[in-house]
C-alpha cells in the first residue's frame, strides 16, 4: 500500500459523516483522490518567512518547490474538512524547513499536526539553539520516515551535540516504530552543487565519516544508564 492510500485510508474512512454537504456524500475513495490532487505535491514543499500567528499563518507559507498552488484553504472550509484533510497535507509533502527559527516556529505553530509529518529536510542550519528546538518538536512526529540535514549541519554542530539534539527525537522514534525503523529515518545529504567530480567524492566522504560519528555518539547516549527521565524529553 502507497504512503497516499494508507493516510488516506487513516484519514477519510476513520471520520464518521457528520456534515450534509454534498461533497460528503462522495465514497471515501473518491474524496481521498480529491484531497490528494489538492494537497500533495510532486516536488518539495518549502516554508517561506514566519510571522507570529497560528496554525492557518503557517500554511499560508508552504510554497512547493515548482511553484504549483496548493489549495491548502480547504482546510479552513469546516472542521470535518480540515481534520480529514490534514494528515494527506502534511503526510503526502517533504518539506524543506530553513533551520534558524522559522522552523522552529513553523513546528510550534503547526502544533498537533506535527504527528502527520513524514519527510522534512533541515536547510542552511546555521544557530544550534532553534534547530535542537526544531528537533524536539519533531519528537511529536510518530510516522516520520526521513530527516535529512545537508552539509551546513557540520560546520554548526559537532557530531555529539547533534546527536544530543537528536536523542529525544530518537526515543521517541523507537518507541513508535521499533528500533531497527527508527536508525533509518535520520539522513546526511552531501552537496549536490560540486564543481567537480573529485570535489563531490569528497564531499561524500567527508559527509560520511560526520554521519558515523553522530551515530556513534547518538548511539552512546542512548546505551547510557537512564539517568534522565522522560520528562527531559
Known amino acids: 500500500m ?10 477519510v474512512t476513520s471520520q464518521p459523516p457528520t456534515n450534509s454537504t454534498p461533497i460528503f456524500k462522495l465514497s471515501p475513495e473518491l474524496l481521498n483522490r480529491i484531497y ?25 507559507q508552504i510554497r512547493s518547490e515548482d511553484s504549483v498552488d496548493l489549495s491548502v484553504s480547504i ?15 502534511y503526510g503526502l509533502n517533504s ?6 527559527w522559522d522552523s522552529q516556529t513553523f513546528l510550534h505553530q503547526i502544533g498537533p499536526s506535527v504527528e502527520f509529518v513524514r519527510h522534512v529536510k533541515l536547510h542552511n542550519i546555521e544557530v ?42 530518537m526515543v521517541a522514534l523507537k518507541k513508535h516504530q521499533g528500533e531497527e ?4 529515518v535520520v539522513e546526511f545529504v552531501p552537496a549536490e552543487q560540486v564543481e567537480d567530480e573529485f570535489g563531490y567524492m569528497m564531499e561524500q566522504v ?3 565519516e560526520y554521519a558515523s560519528a553522530v551515530n556513534a555518539a547518538l548511539a552512546q547516549r542512548m546505551l547510557e544508564p537512564a539517568v534522565r527521565t522522560s520528562e527531559d524529553y
Open 128 to 169: 544550534q539553539v532553534p534547530v535542537a528546538a526544531g528537533l524536539k518538536l519533531l519528537s511529536q512526529a510518530k510516522a516520520l520516515q526521513t530527516l535529512q540535514f545537508g552539509r551546513s549541519v557540520r560546520s554548526s554542530f559537532k557530531a555529539k551535540d547533534l546527536a544530543e539534539a537528536l536523542e529525544p527525537l
Open 181 to 184: 525503523s527508527a536508525w533509518d
Open 2 to 11: 502507497t504512503d497516499s492510500m494508507r493516510i488516506a485510508q487513516q484519514s
Open 36 to 60: 490528494d490532487y489538492l494537497l500533495a505535491s510532486p516536488s518539495r514543499m518549502f516554508v517561506a518567512k514566519i510571522v507570529r500567528g497560528n496554525h492557518r499563518a503557517a500554511l499560508k
Open 75 to 89: 482546510l479552513g472550509t469546516c472542521r470535518q474538512i480540515h481534520d480529514q484533510a490534514t494528515p494527506m497535507l
Open 206 to 208: 567527508e559527509m560520511e
Open 95 to 100: 518539506f524543506v524547513l530553513e533551520a534558524g
